[in-house]
């Protein structure tokens, strides 16, 4: 039986919970010196997934962008990139974003009722997996496991954070909190209510609390609680 993977959520949010602002350009919350952090968790990593609301809002290419990182993972045998994955059910997907044309393989999970649209809009760019009727998480690790992906960065959007977390599917959260106030009601939150595991008492444990420049990074063992 394939072992899943660790799955690490990464996030950043303005101190109002906010994951971006209304505007048509992408607002950044991260400083230099923690996107540079993220690279090295993407270069750690074994494959990197987003919801496909964030690839449909950000256009994110999701590659290792330091030529020193790629070139360790050519040399520990490991793809120049990690893998990346999106998660979509209505199939609402764009093959001229810059995720699938860019980095190495690709791979999308989906649901049965979605998986012809998906092939006709995708081709051959990606593989498609569907997980049954309804999204299914485990599943979806365990096929991961499968396919060899040891360590697993996922990079949003908040529906993905807020499933894992209320399936209690999150080894690892890394939080930073940047110095700005979005103050926009229809702005992207973080997390959505959710049957977290035991409940508002419940405390994650702290791994690790570091300011980065003007952000603050908070690592939590969310499976960990007290």
Not at 21 to 48: C, F, G, K, Q, W
Not at 183 to 205: C, D, I, N, Q, V
Request: hydrophobic share 45%; aromatic share 4%.
């Amino acid at each position: 039986m394939a072992i899943r993977p660790y799955v690490l959520l990464s996030a950043a949010v303005s101190v109002d919970g906010r994951l971006d602002d209304t505007a048509r350009e992408r607002l950044v919350l991260s400083n230099r010196r923690d996107l540079d952090r993220v690279d090295r968790e993407r270069a750690a990593a074994d494959a990197i997934l987003i919801g496909a609301t964030t690839l449909r809002r950000d256009n994110p290419r999701l590659l290792v962008t330091s030529a020193e990182r790629r070139a360790r993972r050519i040399a520990s045998g490991k793809p120049e990139h990690p893998l990346k994955v999106t998660v979509t059910g209505s199939a609402e997907l764009d093959a001229r974003g810059a995720f699938w044309h860019c980095g190495g393989e690709k791979l999308v999970f989906t649901v049965d009722g979605a998986v012809s649209r998906v092939r006709r809009i995708l081709g051959t760019v990606a593989g498609i997996v569907s997980t049954g009727p309804a999204l299914d998480w485990p599943l979806l690790l365990d096929e991961l496991g499968r396919r060899g992906v040891e360590r697993l960065l996922v990079e949003g959007g908040g529906t993905i954070h807020t499933q894992l977390l209320a399936q209690n599917l999150a080894d690892e959260l890394h939080f930073v909190v940047a110095p700005l106030l979005v103050g926009e009601a229809a702005a992207p939150t973080f997390l959505a209510p959710a049957p977290y595991p035991g409940g508002s008492t419940a405390r994650m444990k702290l791994l690790e609390a570091r300011p980065i420049d003007d952000v603050v990074l908070l690592r939590y063992a969310p499976k960990v609680r007290s």
